[in-house]
């Protein structure tokens, strides 16, 4: 006797169409200046998911300490990391696919993003730009509580995701933010199981 098998027909490829039915999350990650939230949001609009920043997750002592020009250690970023965690189990755990700009410098800050939610749910999306380009951008932002000289501490602390090792992408922050968004979608479709 035959088995028809009903769920072998090929499913739509949009974010928001069951694709895995299992939702997608983005952690938009780079020192400072290098635009997390203006490319986490092209890239929340583009696929039509939530953009938030992680900035607002952090407690009000670590805001006053990075206000005043003094690096965070891990301690500090502990509280931190949990909420930003806690953030994404929240989208993924509700079947909610978003983006999260979020440092995310260190493999341990991102073991601990990720925690609870399959590897291959969370993408890391690492902004890479040279110091220059990244001091020229932090100068011409006002309202940023992140002042420049914190920014070589940030670039001495950054532990880049090796893609081996872990699901990232990387982006050259010196390309237009339409290309960079081209490259996450280009990137997503091509890591899709074929159907």
Not at 17 to 40: D, W
Not at 49 to 58: E, G, K, M, V
Not at 97 to 120: M, Q
């Amino acid at each position: 006797h035959t088995h028809t098998h009903t769920e072998n027909t090929p499913r739509k490829s949009t974010m928001n169409n069951n694709e895995e039915t299992s939702p997608m999350l983005f952690v938009v990650m780079g020192v400072s200046g290098s635009g997390k939230t203006t490319v986490g949001t092209a890239l929340g609009e583009r696929l039509g998911i939530q953009y938030s920043d992680a900035d607002s997750l952090h407690p009000e002592e670590n805001k006053r300490k990075m206000a005043s020009g003094q690096p965070l250690n891990d301690k500090d970023r502990e509280p931190f990391l949990h909420n930003c965690n806690e953030v994404l189990k929240r989208w993924y755990s509700g079947g909610e696919s978003g983006a999260l700009g979020c440092s995310a410098l260190k493999k341990t800050y991102r073991t601990v993003l990720r925690d609870g939610i399959p590897e291959n749910r969370v993408l890391f999306v690492l902004l890479k730009g040279s110091k220059e380009l990244l001091e020229k951008r932090m100068e011409s932002r006002k309202g940023h509580f992140m002042p420049t000289q914190l920014l070589q501490s940030q670039l001495d602390t950054l532990e880049e995701p090796d893609p081996a090792h872990e699901n990232c992408i990387v982006l050259d922050i010196a390309n237009p933010i339409e290309a960079l968004v081209d490259q996450v979608v280009q990137h997503l479709e091509a890591s899709r199981p074929a159907q």
